[in-house]
């Protein structure tokens, strides 16, 4: 059984860095997306970015461009999101996601089928 | 960036009741689309993928269809433990975007 678990929640000052982790166990982490999507207090699910980490490249969210940066670990299946230049409305859950695929004789499609357990950060002065 | 417009935004039924979510894409993205339920405190859980491919566990009470940029999500029969905000997602292309999501609530 796939288990994403997330580091705990962060309390920072406006203009810092957090960096969030994301460790995958029970599945092949290497082969499968791992997104990031946030969740301000009371708003929607918002996708931050995603990586593969057999590639290492990263797709961003053009809204965090310049201040989030994912990166992947292969040695120990974990999956790193970091924003920088932190503000108050950045004070959101943040969730990482395996982008699972399902297969058919013809075609495969994608789902964020395994959820970390999310992660608090608050900004604040 | 493919925008997804869910509606309606909030949705007050009862028990047993039948009830449809929409969702639309901006773009054509074929069926790739999932359906996503939450619960207040917990991460999303994944219904529906491929649009219309049940996820395994999930109660047959819940179907998805659609293809192109017309979707709908649809809860046979409601049953207490739906009471919950249901988006939507594309996985057509990078970036990913979620519908703006539907809170179901008791009526």
């Known amino acids: 059984q796939v288990q994403l678990v997330q580091s705990g929640a962060e309390v920072k000052k406006p203009g810092s860095s957090v960096k969030v982790s994301c460790k995958a166990s029970?599945?092949?982490?290497?082969?499968?997306?791992i997104s990031w999507v946030r969740q301000a207090p009371g708003q929607g699910l918002e996708w931050m970015g995603g990586?593969?980490?057999?590639?290492?490249?990263?797709n961003y969210a053009q809204k965090f461009q310049g201040r989030v940066t994912i990166t992947a670990d292969e040695s120990t299946s974990t999956a790193y999101m970091e924003l920088s230049s932190l503000r108050s409305e950045d004070t959101a859950v943040y969730y990482c996601?395996?982008?699972?695929?399902?297969?058919?004789?013809?075609?495969?499609?994608?789902?964020?089928?395994?959820w970390g357990q999310g992660t608090l950060v608050t900004v604040s002065s | 960036a493919i925008q997804m417009t869910q509606s309606p935004s909030s949705l007050s039924a009862s028990v047993g009741d039948r009830v449809t979510i929409t969702c639309r894409a901006s773009?054509?993205?074929?069926?790739?689309l999932g359906w996503y339920q939450q619960k207040p405190g917990k991460a999303p859980k994944l219904l529906i993928y491929?649009?219309?491919s049940l996820q395994s566990g999930v109660p047959s009470r819940f179907s998805g269809s659609g293809s192109g940029t017309d979707f709908t999500l649809t809860i046979s029969s409601l049953q207490p433990e739906d009471f919950a905000t249901y988006y939507c997602?594309?996985?057509?292309?990078?970036?990913?975007?979620f519908g703006q999501g539907t809170k179901l609530e008791i009526k």
């Open positions: 996601a395996r982008e699972g695929r399902y297969c058919s004789s013809t075609s495969c499609r994608a789902a964020f089928d395994y």
């Open positions: 029970g599945g092949t982490f290497s082969s499968y997306a």
């Open positions: 990586i593969i980490p057999i590639f290492g490249t990263a």
């Open positions: 773009q054509g993205i074929r069926n790739d």
């Open positions: 491929a649009a219309s």
């Open positions: 997602l594309q996985d057509y292309n990078y970036p990913r975007t």
